[in-house]
């Protein structure tokens, strides 16, 4: 069995030694220009066109991530580049579930106990304490409620915070509500005070946090975007904040990154920024899944983390 490899920055040294001692069977190597010999298995992240077009005898991609949405992309502009047939597959899970818990806990914290506040308070020399946030008024609301979704939304109930959650079908999460289908996202909206997105990037949900989806939030609602940039209205966010009917917002993810050096985001206030860091791609843990799912491939086995070219995740 052939395995090609291509990442344009993780250590490629590293991922080849321990794909190659997960799979020993396999031959694994880095995929260079011009390389036309076969492959059974490719793994990648923003692959050249040429490694994947054309290729006979694939039986299956790999994305190193979670999203799918720029080798979707590519795939549109160059439909031949997935063989007919040849299934993609994604990292499910894999280490981020975990980074995405601390990321949400942390940040949901920092708001309910009005460390925002007393920092601006910090900053006056003000010794006030302030009323405490009632875990009822709190209520987390997460628009997509998969892999990671999912482990947010229980990271937060174990915190004893009202959790909902919105996606395509109805979920059955422990101690989570769910709302299902763009007909339920007004109810999904009413009385959301923390607002936390986990949806992939899909025609659907490019945009969906605008102005007329943030006005139907609590008063003084925060937002966490932890999903991609073009899902987020950027100027709705900021008159959202200048209005006051958003408190404030904690961003990973841009619509242009790295974040310009002239986004009105940088000075605002309301605003904390993190360099798309919420959850990066553990080797050793993408390296037993992906081998792990290679396995059970190749025994004819069912396997889970494909990625439906349908629904563009
Ligand atoms: N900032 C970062 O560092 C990282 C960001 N990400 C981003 O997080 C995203 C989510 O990852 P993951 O949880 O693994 O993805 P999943 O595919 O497991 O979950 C996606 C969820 O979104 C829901 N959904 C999709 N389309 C719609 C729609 N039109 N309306 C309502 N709900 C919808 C799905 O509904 P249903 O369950 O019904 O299908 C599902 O619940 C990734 O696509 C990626 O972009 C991932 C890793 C790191
Ligand atoms: O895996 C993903 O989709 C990411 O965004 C990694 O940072």
């Not at 997935?82 to 949901?108: C, H, I, K, N």
């Not at 605003?271 to 025994?299: F, G, M």
């Amino acid at each position: 069995m052939d395995i090609i490899f291509h990442h344009p920055t993780f250590d490629t040294e590293y991922w080849l030694n321990r794909l190659q001692q997960a799979l020993p069977q396999a031959r694994v190597r880095q995929w260079k220009q011009g390389d036309q010999q076969p492959a059974d298995y490719a793994l990648v992240w923003h692959p050249p066109v040429e490694m994947l077009s054309g290729r006979k005898g694939l039986k299956g991609v790999f994305a190193l991530g979670a999203g799918v949405d720029a080798i979707l992309s590519k795939l549109q502009a160059h439909p031949d580049m997935l063989p007919d047939g040849v299934p993609l597959f994604r990292l499910e899970d894999t280490g981020m579930g975990l980074q995405m818990q601390e990321y949400a806990v942390s940040q949901v914290l920092h708001w309910f106990r009005r460390f925002d506040d007393y920092q601006r308070q910090k900053q006056q020399g003000q010794w006030q304490p302030l009323e405490d946030y009632r875990r009822e008024d709190f209520t987390i609301g997460i628009l997509g409620a998969g892999v990671l979704g999912g482990k947010v939304a229980e990271s937060l109930v174990a915190w004893g915070f009202p959790v909902r959650c919105w996606s395509r079908s109805k979920k059955d999460l422990p101690g989570v509500q769910s709302f299902a289908g763009g007909e339920a996202l007004p109810d999904f909206l009413h009385g959301t005070r923390v607002l936390i997105n986990l949806l992939p990037n899909t025609p659907q949900t490019v945009g969906i946090i605008n102005r007329e989806l943030l006005g139907q939030l609590a008063k003084e609602a925060y937002v966490i975007n932890l999903a991609r940039g073009v899902h987020l209205v950027e100027a709705d966010l900021l008159a959202a904040l200048d209005s006051g009917q958003l408190k404030g917002a904690m961003l990973d993810v841009f619509s242009k990154e790295p974040l310009p050096e002239n986004s009105p985001l940088w000075a605002h206030p309301g605003v904390a920024i993190t360099p798309h860091v919420a959850a990066v791609t553990r080797p050793d843990e993408a390296i037993a899944y992906i081998a792990k799912t290679i396995t059970q491939l190749e025994n004819g086995e069912s396997v889970s983390g494909e990625v439906s070219l349908q629904h563009g995740y």
